[in-house]
């Protein structure tokens, strides 16, 4: 996890004196001033989850940064097969902008044909990760870890869990715990976190790794029972629930990562423009606040990085995805 920390320190960087100073639009030689008109954020999930939440706000404040405001359009469908399609066809003008999970590179694996490529995106920035969270319905009697692998071992194959999706990375984190630990459990993949969740909590099945920000709220009211989160550290919104590897199963971290990609071929002056107002948002007090409150580890960094972020995270989810048989049409 320490290649994620690098890419905290190019947020400096950009704050170089305040926003009001710095042009509000990017130029270069043979390319016209930019932003000429609303900008297009594309979010391919549905409004009023994890990622759109996390998206509005960076959004608002880009938009003061930029001059121009920030047009948020959902297009959920297919794992955000359909969303990233639709940006990865646009024009690279720099108007149309796709705010993008970690599911952008489980489609590439997932997918004999997703409708896009890696290659079809220009990296803009890194811009958050969302831990995920092990959570048992409070009828299961396991109040920690070992005891829910001891319940599991036991009873190879009686119990269920719910995912947001075959192939989601919901589903490949139980698959991940569940392998690592020699345990069989049944997977009923759901059309989204909110009924993966509601199902659990109400006992249809038994458990689920989903977002900490979509879980939380249950968790709270006592429906649901947090037994570990895959981040490299526990996490403030919920400072008594172990780690994976303070519980007994280390090298599972993992996390639900966002950022942003522009189509490939958009002028590198606009790009640079883009992540410079990205890196201001994730910078501001405000913004951070807003984020912490969600769950939501702030990141931020350079295109390159998160280039090569993109990269790492493909190779390593394509091997799971592998590993797990799952293929979808």
């Known amino acids: 996890m320490m290649r994620r920390r690098s890419l905290l320190a190019p947020v400096a960087l950009a704050l170089v004196g305040p926003p009001a100073a710095r042009p509000a639009r990017a130029q270069s030689s043979g390319h016209a001033p930019w932003p000429q008109r609303p900008i297009r954020v594309t979010i ?16 608002e404040h880009m938009a003061r ?8 359009e959902n297009r959920p469908g297919a794992n955000g097969n359909i969303g990233a399609e639709q940006v990865a066809r646009a024009e690279p003008d720099g108007h149309s902008v796709l705010y993008n999970t970690s599911s952008i590179v489980l489609s590439t694996a997932l997918y004999d044909k997703p409708g896009f490529a890696l290659s079809d995106f220009a ?14 319905n409070p009828a299961l009697p396991a109040e920690d870890l070992a005891g829910f692998v001891a319940l599991l071992r036991a009873s190879p194959g009686r119990f269920a869990y719910g995912s947001s999706g075959n192939g989601n990375v919901t589903h490949l984190a139980n698959f991940r715990i569940l392998r690592a630990a020699g345990l069989q459990a049944t997977h009923v993949p759901y059309r989204g976190s909110a009924p993966a969740l509601t199902d659990a909590a109400g006992g249809q099945v038994q458990f689920v790794t989903d977002t900490l ?8 009211d ?3 029972r947090a037994l570990a989160v895959t981040s490299p550290r526990r996490v403030p919104l919920l400072p008594e629930v172990p780690t994976l590897a303070e519980a007994g199963m280390p090298g599972l971290e993992s996390g639900a990562w966002q950022g942003l990609l522009v189509p490939a071929r958009t002028p590198a002056p606009v790009v640079a423009r883009l992540n410079e107002a990205a890196n201001l948002a994730l910078a501001d007090a405000t913004v951070r606040e807003r984020l912490a409150i969600q769950g939501a580890e702030i990141l931020g960094g350079t295109p390159e990085a998160y280039g090569a972020w993109i990269r790492e995270e493909s190779a ?4 799971v995805i592998a590993e797990s048989g799952v293929k979808l049409d």
């Open 65 to 72: 940064t930029l001059g121009q405001p920030l047009v948020v």
């Open 44 to 59: 391919a999930f549905p409004p009023g989850g994890p990622t759109d939440l996390v998206a509005r706000v960076l959004g």
């Open 316 to 319: 390593r989810w394509g091997q």
């Open 123 to 136: 990296p803009v920035v890194l811009t958050a990760s969302v831990p995920l969270v092990l959570a048992v």
């Open 213 to 220: 920000n979509s879980a939380l709220p249950l968790i709270r």
């Open 222 to 224: 006592g429906r649901l």
